[in-house]
């Protein structure tokens, strides 16, 4: 209730606050491995149906069996809230606490899982399609992390197609998405205005492409086929580790030691960028979490301390971090590489979950915070990536936005 009337105050103080972009918040170093399970034993961007369940889940690293809280809240397509009221698209109750935990069982870290799927007893179900934040608290009414996630109704269908860079200068770089909208179901009024697209590479949103307009209308097909404005740099493949085994080296792990947690210490990687480029199949940055030998991997996987080390130049005005799903795609002082003048390396030490987990070296200027995602890596039209788009739709006096398609493709079968 308190939280109700925290936001009641902001809203009548802050008019303007209406009009600002939610971003999602990063949980502090004690909470890891937030996973959405819904329709996918992998770690990335949760777009469900309307109608399918919603599942999150969580690790305390404290093992307190702390309380959390959560709260869901609808958004327009672009982020900003909507003039929806709370029991307009959700039909029960949220700010409930969750109830499913687990405590760790025979692990050397110790850590409480939490649970939650949605429909449950308190909320039963999620009423509207569109764009959604679930923010967990704790018991003291402190944000502890928040997380996007979007529901898509199926009206429209969604044609999408992956193609080499139309523009010669990026050729060898860049991957450019074709799409086409079409529908027997639906008029579609004046879709210049009220069409909205989304488009997103292996589920990142920070680097998607939104708001292209339809090129053409064929009949009842709305055509998008740009030059540049629907262009992805191609990247490369990610490189990858597995931890499924804490005792003994795996996939990517050179060596293990056993301290007060198992470390797990990978090969040195080295640059890409100006290496041919080499097909080698990734889940596109994504992570799942896998224990050897165990018959519940929620509580009885373990966290090892994994070593990252990058045989790379040192950089004066620029940092490197490591990226991948693991995290949501987040720049944060964790993921921070510091050099080592005696190695030659840049290294990390990053607290995981046992799994296999997609990764890779990106540079972020200290100044502007601009980010190259293939400054180490490089960037190639061969790279298969996978990529999303999604529709959204207001009509003509709607008060919100509808996400009516959802379509996917892969550059697997990339064409000219």
């Not at 672009?78 to 307009?88: A, G, H, Q, R």
Request: aromatic share 14%.
């Amino acid at each position: 209730m308190k939280k109700n009337i925290y936001s009641l105050i902001l809203l009548l103080a802050l008019p303007s606050i209406l009009l600002s972009q939610v971003e999602e918040v990063s949980p502090p170093d004690f909470i890891k491995t937030i996973t959405f399970k819904s329709n996918t034993t992998q770690g990335q961007l949760p777009i469900l149906k309307l109608g399918e369940p919603l599942n999150i889940e969580f690790d305390a690293l404290t093992g307190d069996e702390e309380d959390f809280y959560y709260v869901i809240e609808h958004f327009n397509f672009d982020w900003t809230p909507t003039n929806l009221v709370k029991s307009e698209y959700l039909k029960g109750l949220d700010n409930q606490r969750i109830l499913t935990y687990e405590n760790s069982f025979n692990t050397y870290q110790i850590y409480s899982h939490y649970d939650l799927r949605i429909p449950n007893l308190q909320t039963r179900a999620l009423l509207k399609s569109g764009n959604y934040m679930i923010s967990i608290y704790d018991d003291y009414d402190e944000l502890m992390f928040s997380r996007k996630f979007m529901i898509y109704e199926d009206v429209v269908n969604v044609g999408t197609k992956v193609k080499r860079s139309r523009d010669v200068k990026v050729i060898a770089e860049k991957q450019s998405v074709d799409i086409e909208i079409y529908t027997n179901s639906i008029n579609l009024n004046n879709p210049l205005e009220t069409i909205k697209t989304l488009i997103i590479q292996n589920n990142n949103l920070n680097t998607a492409i939104s708001d292209l307009k339809p090129q053409y209308t064929l009949g009842n097909k709305l055509i998008y086929r740009y030059d540049t404005e629907s262009a992805f740099w191609g990247g490369n493949e990610y490189v990858y580790f597995e931890t499924k085994d804490v005792r003994s080296s795996s996939l990517g792990v050179q060596f293990i030691d056993l301290k007060d947690i198992y470390h797990s210490y990978l090969f040195t990687n080295i640059s890409r960028k100006n290496q041919p480029y080499t097909y080698n199949p990734d889940i596109n940055g994504n992570f799942i979490v896998t224990a050897i030998d165990q018959t519940n991997i929620d509580i009885e996987a373990d966290y090892t301390m994994v070593h990252f080390s990058l045989s790379y130049e040192e950089l004066k005005n620029k940092d490197i971090h490591i990226y991948g799903n693991f995290n949501a795609f987040a720049i944060e002082d964790q993921t921070k590489m510091i050099y080592n003048p005696e190695s030659g390396r840049y290294e990390c030490l990053l607290r995981l979950k046992q799994g296999f987990y997609n990764y890779k070296y990106v540079v972020v200027d200290k100044i502007t915070k601009e980010l190259d995602e293939g400054a180490i890596s490089g960037n190639f039209w061969q790279t298969e990536n996978n990529y999303k788009v999604l529709v959204y739709y207001r009509d003509l006096g709607a008060r919100y936005d509808r996400l009516i398609g959802y379509g996917e493709a892969s550059s697997t079968n990339i064409s000219n």
